[in-house]
């Protein structure tokens, strides 16, 4: 966490993730899909800005996601949800410093609600444990929890259900096409595989399992999405993240990334970030109970 800020403010990161495969293996009785996937949390992301006070609403400060109004965001409904799972009186108010793209598959909205429960968790001194929080986060969304856990995950379920992974180090290319297609209507698609063979951890280690089952969907019905899939083919092998527009290629080096990305045409919307070995949430927890 940085230093409190004038007025009271605390910054807590909130970081974007991968999904470096995804298959769709099954349908559950409850209309959801299970999914198997790994999640790779990015050393990029938001930046949700905090402060604390007695007896008051949970307010949200300035914009958030783009077209998101204040009673819908999911980093309001999260303060609202441990408020009152704890019956705590107090109230906050919340900025959100965007930078990862809505609707890209990155992961933003999730961990945005993840860093605003565990944070308050900490400022309203409420001292749940990290699993009564995962639980509450999974009430807003599947992705929610690994960013709670803060850890790079195996997970399978509707993406709830972690096993801790270590990946090496690695710096990826990611390109937003800005499309951003509902999940449940992907998961609608007649297109869509839904029953892949269940994989093991010890496939994705040998590096044969790499491909998105939403890929071949999205770059059937977004001409954006393979317009980046094939600038991308030029520099590296692309992939999908989750089920957004948002694409991908993974490097072994800061400096193959970035002359990859300066061979990307302008106008492409690109970043280069770093794989984390942890959660900088996690480090932000860390520096504030020193």
Avoid at 23 to 39: A, C, E, K, S, W
Avoid at 167 to 180: C, E, I, K
Avoid at 266 to 273: C, D, F, K, N, Y
Wanted: glycine share 10%; hydrophobic share 45%; net charge negative.
């Amino acid at each position: 966490m940085s230093d409190v800020e004038a007025g009271g403010w605390s910054s807590w990161p909130a970081p974007a993730k991968l999904n470096l495969f995804l298959h769709v293996v099954g349908r559950r009785p409850d209309g959801y899909h299970d999914l198997q996937t790994v999640f790779r949390i990015l050393d990029w992301g938001d930046t949700i800005h905090l402060r604390v006070g007695p007896a008051g609403p949970i307010r949200r400060i300035g914009p958030s996601a783009p077209g998101v109004e204040e009673a819908q965001d999911l980093v309001v409904r999260a303060a609202e949800l441990l408020r009152s799972s704890a019956n705590c009186p107090l109230s906050a108010d919340i900025r959100v410093e965007k930078r990862i793209p809505t609707g890209g598959g990155f992961g933003g909205g999730s961990s945005d609600a993840a860093t605003v429960l565990v944070a308050l968790n900490a400022l309203w001194g409420l001292h749940l444990p990290v699993e009564e929080l995962a639980a509450l986060g999974c009430k807003l969304g599947a992705d929610v929890p690994v960013f709670i856990r803060g850890h790079n995950a195996w997970a399978e379920g509707v993406g709830e259900r972690l096993t801790p992974l270590a990946l090496a180090p690695a710096w990826y290319l990611l390109v937003d096409p800005g499309v951003h297609v509902p999940t449940p209507e992907l998961f609608r698609a007649p297109d869509l595989t839904r029953d892949a063979a269940p994989a093991k951890i010890a496939d994705f280690a040998s590096g044969t399992l790499l491909d998105n089952a939403f890929e071949p969907v999205l770059r059937r019905r977004e001409p954006a999405v393979e317009a980046v899939f094939k600038a991308l083919a030029r520099v590296g092998s692309p992939r999908l993240t989750g089920s957004g527009g948002g694409c991908f290629v993974e490097f072994d080096s800061l400096h193959a990334a970035e002359r990859a990305r300066s061979e990307l045409p302008a106008e492409l919307r690109a970043w280069v970030v770093g794989g984390a070995a942890r959660s900088p949430l996690l480090d932000a927890l860390a520096a504030m109970k020193v």
